[in-house]
């Protein structure tokens, strides 16, 4: 199992527009093999930045990576550079294999 996760740091204020956009976001992620389940999470709010982070969880690293170089990737993807205002930079990537 691998586990997929973006941090996303937003601009106070406007945190309820980030959920909008991902609520209303077509993934695609349930036509993809391998993929098993998806969670956005809302961490703390500090003056700087409120913290979300996505998870997404699938069967193996190698599933995750067909996902970044498929059609449905490219789909999920294409409106990503609306509401650019909201975040203070790109999304940090991280990726963690399930050991226990």
């Not at 586990?3 to 976001?25: D, Q, Y």
């Not at 969670?39 to 996505?54: D, R």
Request: negative net charge; aromatic residues 16%.
């Amino acid at each position: 199992m691998f586990v997929a996760m973006n941090r996303f740091f937003i601009k106070p204020g406007h945190e309820e527009t980030f959920l909008e956009i991902w609520r209303n976001r077509d993934s695609h992620l349930n036509e993809v093999p391998g993929f098993k389940q998806f969670n956005m999470l809302q961490g703390p709010t500090t003056e700087e930045h409120t913290l979300f982070v996505s998870h997404s969880y699938w069967e193996s690293r190698e599933a995750f990576e067909a996902w970044t170089h498929s059609e449905a990737f490219r789909k999920a993807h294409a409106g990503a550079g609306g509401s650019r205002e909201i975040y203070l930079g790109p999304p940090k990537f991280e990726g963690f294999d399930i050991k226990l």
